[in-house]
């Protein structure tokens, strides 16, 4: 039996610890439990976050180790090395395979019940690699996907609108990474199609070549992050709990995870980030949405790369 009000983060680096700091915030767990193969760091880290508990809703938050994960609902994996400048997602690919096998054994030991969110890079190869190692169904094995891009996208095509970028609906699908891709074709700022969107008001620049480079932004900007400041992690943090969120409360909500392609699209045998319903069992269904011949083939281009990076990392 696990508890829903639990969960668990493994490797408590930039990522990790803003992840626990975001849903500390959230008031979605009554109890967080931190690993990492530093252990002091871990502890650091839980010590820190716990201080500002008399600020938010009660819980509890400690360093612990896998043992620990017995009833845990969520266990969201964002341990193992990040990319330094001028290195791309995939470059970490044998490194972090090697960190996740070791992990997965520990998690399995300990439980098969629970939901595994899979964040670190390159997410989509990685969480190929806990779908199938840990056995889990892969309803229950999740990347963070390219929910965090698409938040990116929605941010800053609403700025150049100049409409809210809650109103603003479109996904990033495909790899996260340089393989990913915008589906203009269904994009929408509260239903309007962005060709039409001047037509009804004064915002110039809706249509799809002028957002062209917006998406380059995306595509680029953890190269951009990285190179200012060594790390990205409090949009990825805030990307986490929309997921946490989804799960915990059963929502149902539409999110771009990375998830096992099983025939959708014509794919099958990879993982990669596909629009799906999220909800307390994971993955309940991947949402084929309409695709323009282009982004069809730039999908397929995309799962071809990430194939081929599995094959790569011995899987
Ligand atoms: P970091 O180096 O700050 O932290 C990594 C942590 O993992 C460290 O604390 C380290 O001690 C721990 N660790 C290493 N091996 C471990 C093991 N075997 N068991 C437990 N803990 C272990 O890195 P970061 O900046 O926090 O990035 C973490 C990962 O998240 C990177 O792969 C990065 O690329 C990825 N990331 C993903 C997204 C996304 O959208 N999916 C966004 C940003 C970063």
Redo the contacts with the bound molecule.
């Keep these: 039996m696990f508890n829903i009000q639990k969960c668990a983060i ?9 992840t626990a700091f975001a849903l500390m915030q959230s008031g979605l767990f009554s109890e967080m439990v931190l ?4 252990r002091k ?2 502890e650091g880290e839980a010590m820190d976050l716990m201080h500002g508990l008399p600020f938010l809703s009660p819980m509890q938050i400690y360093a612990g180790d896998y043992s620990d994960l017995r009833d845990a609902a969520l266990i969201i994996i ?6 330094k400048p001028g290195e791309t ?1 995939t470059d ?1 690919v044998h490194r ?1 395979a090697e ?1 996740f096998a ?2 997965i054994d520990q998690i399995v030991r300990y439980t098969r019940d629970a939901i595994l969110l ?6 989509d190869v990685l969480t190929y690699i806990t779908l199938k190692r840990s056995g889990y169904p892969q309803s229950r094995v999740i ?3 390219t ?3 698409t938040a990116r996208l929605k941010h800053l095509v609403g700025r150049h609108l100049g409409v809210d970028s809650r109103n603003v609906h479109t996904f990033i699908i495909g790899e ?1 990474g340089d393989s990913e891709l915008p589906v203009w074709s269904s994009a929408n700022v509260s239903g309007i199609d962005l060709d039409h969107f001047c037509d009804i008001c004064a915002t110039c620049g809706a249509h799809t070549s002028a957002l062209q480079p917006l998406f380059e932004e995306v595509r680029d900007s ?1 190269y951009h992050i990285i190179e200012a400041k060594g ?3 409090y ?2 943090a805030l ?1 986490v709990t929309r997921i946490a969120a989804s799960i915990v409360r059963d929502e149902d909500s539409v999110l771009p995870v990375s998830t096992l392609a099983d025939g959708h699209y014509g794919l099958s045998d990879v993982c990669l980030g596909l629009p799906a319903i999220v909800g307390r069992d994971g993955v309940r269904e991947v949402l084929e949405i309409p695709l323009s011949t282009e982004e069809a083939s730039n999908l397929q281009a995309s799962a071809e790369k990430l194939k081929a990076l599995i094959r790569d990392a011995g899987v």
């Design positions: 493994i490797g408590c680096g930039f990522v990790g610890a803003s690993i990492d193969i530093n760091k871990a964002t341990a193992g090395a990040g990319q997602r970490l972090n960190i070791s992990i899979v964040v670190t890079n390159p997410v990347g963070s996907g929910v965090l891009d996260h953890a790390a990205t992690y949009a990825v990307a």
